[in-house]
């Protein structure tokens, strides 16, 4: 059974660094595009970053030069590394796992910035 398990969310300071993870177990994880979305309360959902199997990344203008994709293939892992975090930055963060009409939604994580 496919799963993809989502861990490292929390409260943080702001200024402060998060990492997040998401670990893959049932499916081909290096032929998957791998996505970071956001929501948080009464706003849309953000795409945040995207990484494809090969390890080019993408992010929204409001991480990029903060936050970070990474993946490493062989442990079936993507990471993002969230640094000089502000309070909007505050939302569930989900991983997505995609591959032409099949994906894989991570459960949600809450990041929380505040003093």
């Known amino acids: 059974q496919a799963q993809f398990v989502e861990s490292g969310g929390g409260l943080v300071q702001p200024g402060g660094s998060l990492t997040l993870t998401c670990t893959a177990s049932?499916?081909?994880?290096?032929?998957?595009?791998i996505t970071w979305y956001r929501q948080s309360h009464g706003r849309e959902r953000e795409r945040v970053a995207v990484?494809?199997?090969?390890?080019?990344?993408n992010y929204a203008t409001s991480v990029k030069g903060r936050f970070t994709i990474s993946r490493d293939n062989a442990k079936n892992t993507v990471y993002l590394q969230m640094n000089s975090m502000k309070p909007e930055d505050t939302a569930v963060y989900y991983c997505?796992?995609?591959?032409?009409?099949?994906?894989?939604w991570g459960q949600g994580t809450q990041v929380t910035v505040s003093s």
């Open positions: 997505k796992a995609a591959t032409g009409s099949i994906d894989f």
């Open positions: 049932g499916f081909n994880f290096p032929n998957y595009v």
């Open positions: 990484i494809t199997g090969g390890g080019l990344a």
